[in-house]
Structure formats: C-alpha cells, structure tokens
C-alpha cells in the first residue's frame, strides 16, 4: 500500500499522526459520546450520512437473529444500533485497527456490552449470518470494495434479513441500487436527505414460501 493510501480511513494502519477529539451525538433519547481520531472516517463530527443512517434504521422491523456493521469505524452506527436494540448482539467490523480500538473504547465509556467488536476485510473473518447488516460503505477504498460489502451481504443475510446502505447520489446511489436490485431481487429508497439515500433490499430465499 502506498504512504498515501497508508494516510487513508480504509487503511489497516494509519500512519496519521494522532489527532483525537470528542463528539457528542443523540438521536431521539439516546446520547452517545465518541472519542475519535485522525486516520479514521469523519473524526470531527458524526459523518452526515451515518446520521442519516442511524435516524432510519431506529425503526426498522428484521428478523432477530442480531445486526452487523460493516466499516465501524469508531464505532456509531454499530453502538447505536446496541441502545436500539440491547436484546441483540452488535458485531462491528473494520479493517482499520485504530478505528476499532477506538469502538472498542466507546463501548466501554458508554456503557455498551451486547457488541463484538474484531477486524475483518468486508466478510472474510465474519461466519455468522444475520436479521439485519447496516453500512456507511468506505467509497474512497474504490467501486470494487464497495460492490463486495452490498452483495456480499446476501451470505450473511438470513432468509428475511434487511441490508441497510447509506450512500450519495454523487457517489454512487444509481449503481448500488442497481447492484442491490440485482442481487436481492428488490431494493427500496427508504430515505432521501441532503443527497444522501438510504437503499433498503431484503433477501428473500429462493424456497420461501
């Protein structure tokens, strides 16, 4: 990997120099605070879209069979969906080391224990399946990882499972929703805000009644 892609969000190991800061953030009665830090995605506020994210999956129906995240980072959309949903367990999953030692540490100052929190490159260290995978897609890392986290989402998916993505017009809504309605057989616009759309496809297993 190249110094400057080593400088990046998607990187296993940034090479940043440390830059932390502490972020408030709440969405209805939840109230959650993140330290974050350079070398990790949007480390001055919430990124926008992960926001927007959070806000439409607080009242999404799935099937119970717990919820992952997929490029964690340090940790929000992952760590709301705990307080959502405290029955459930949360995996979160990253390949940036520095990003998860940080969730790993925003679950602990707020009080979060029904998460796993572990590295893994889109799904390679993931073995379980799920009611419901959330992702803010890390779009710098290129189409091609992008393309791999929507429809590699589908061997992860229990029958009835939901996949939840966040993403821009500008970066790419048209193809994913393209990529989705091709690999689900349905994908609906759950949510438009600020150019930002919330894509929504539910697996629906071949033999389901």
């Known amino acids: 990997m190249s110094a400057e892609k080593n400088q990046m969000y998607f990187a296993k190991d940034p090479m940043t120099a440390h830059d932390e800061h502490v972020i408030d953030y709440h969405v209805d009665n939840v109230d959650l605070k993140f330290t974050t830090d350079a070398g990790v995605f949007s480390k001055m506020r919430v990124d926008y879209g992960s926001g927007v994210l959070i806000k439409a999956m607080k009242d999404a129906t799935f099937p119970q069979e ?38 790993k540490q925003n679950a602990q100052v707020n009080h979060i224990s029904n998460v796993n929190i572990y590295s893994s490159d889109c799904y390679a260290q993931v073995d379980k399946k799920y009611g419901l995978i959330l992702t803010n897609p890390p779009i710098r890392a290129g189409k091609k990882v992008v393309s791999e986290i929507i429809a590699g989402a589908s061997d992860h998916l229990v029958d009835q499972g939901m996949l939840l993505v966040v993403i821009q017009k500008k970066q790419g809504e048209p193809s994913a929703r393209k990529l989705m309605t091709a690999t689900y057989g349905n994908c609906e616009i759950l949510t438009r805000d600020k150019g930002y759309y919330i894509l929504k496809s539910v697996k629906r297993d071949n033999n389901a009644v």
């Not at 995240?69 to 940036?96: E, S």
């Open 66 to 103: 717990n919820i992952l995240d997929v490029g964690t980072g340090y940790g929000p959309i992952g760590l709301f969906a705990a307080k959502f949903w405290p029955d459930q367990t949360v995996d979160m999953v990253d390949v940036n080391e520095r990003g998860l030692k940080l969730a």
